[in-house]
């Protein structure tokens, strides 16, 4: 079983909708859940954290985490163009400090 | 705003040279980390350090791959006898806890 685990394909929204993003993870220790934002030939940038269970919201971005389904989510809200990104899902493994990424989720934001 | 800083942002080598990556992570974090990721591929783990002695590494960094802090705010990569399969993005991070800040990447092509 993968470590991290993003299944959707590209996703396709039009500018001001909802962009709705999940993950699943294997480690039933893990505490730490991070949300990076990658543009295409750059570093991924730490949009979201969150630790607890429930939500947690940043601007129009809102983290959801339901650790007893090993469960994470994204949610972007008006939708812009520059939100047109890869969105990658990170977990800390092990109780460590080392991250496991998904394969990253690909936003497409239609003006 | 704070950054980590990585040198070259692109870097050519003939397979079976050595390379070094560099990089000035954020001076007040405590941990370090390299991870790569193969172009199309997802984000991987290579090795972290922590109070100046590797705290933990992947399968993938072998005897070819080592890592250094020769001074109080470089941290480098080394790449003995690079393969063709070295080409990649390298990631540089640092962090105080979780959440990494990324360095802007450096580009090695391996030819």
């Known amino acids: 079983q993968k470590e991290v685990e993003q299944n959707s394909g590209p996703l396709s929204v039009p500018e001001g909708a909802i962009a709705s993003l999940n993950c699943t993870y294997s480690?039933?220790?893990?505490?730490?859940f991070f949300w990076y934002r990658q543009y295409s030939g750059k570093s991924p940038e730490l949009i979201m954290s969150?630790?607890?269970?429930g939500d947690k919201e940043d601007g129009r971005f809102t983290a959801q985490l339901n650790k007893a389904s090993q469960y994470v989510s994204l949610l972007i809200r008006d939708s812009q163009p520059s939100d047109s990104a890869t969105y990658l899902c990170a977990v800390n493994i092990g109780g460590n400090n080392r991250l496991a990424f998904g394969k990253g989720n690909q936003v497409v934001v239609i003006p | 705003e704070p950054e980590v800083t990585q040198t070259p942002s692109h870097q050519v080598t003939q397979m079976g040279q050595e390379v070094i990556l560099r990089c000035v992570p954020i001076s007040n974090h405590l941990y370090f980390y390299w991870y790569r990721q193969i172009l199309g591929q997802k984000v991987e783990f290579l090795v972290s350090?922590?109070?100046?002695?590797?705290?933990?590494k992947s399968e993938i960094f072998d005897d070819q791959f080592s890592v250094e802090r020769p001074d109080g705010s470089n941290f480098t990569l080394k790449i003995r006898s690079t393969k063709l399969e070295d080409s990649a993005m390298y990631f540089c991070?640092?962090?105080?806890?979780?959440?990494?800040?990324f360095g802007s990447g450096t580009r090695l092509t391996v030819v």
């Open positions: 991070a640092s962090s105080e806890t979780y959440g990494y800040t």
């Open positions: 350090f922590y109070n100046n002695e590797i705290s933990e």
């Open positions: 480690d039933r220790v893990s505490q730490s």
């Open positions: 969150i630790y607890s269970n």
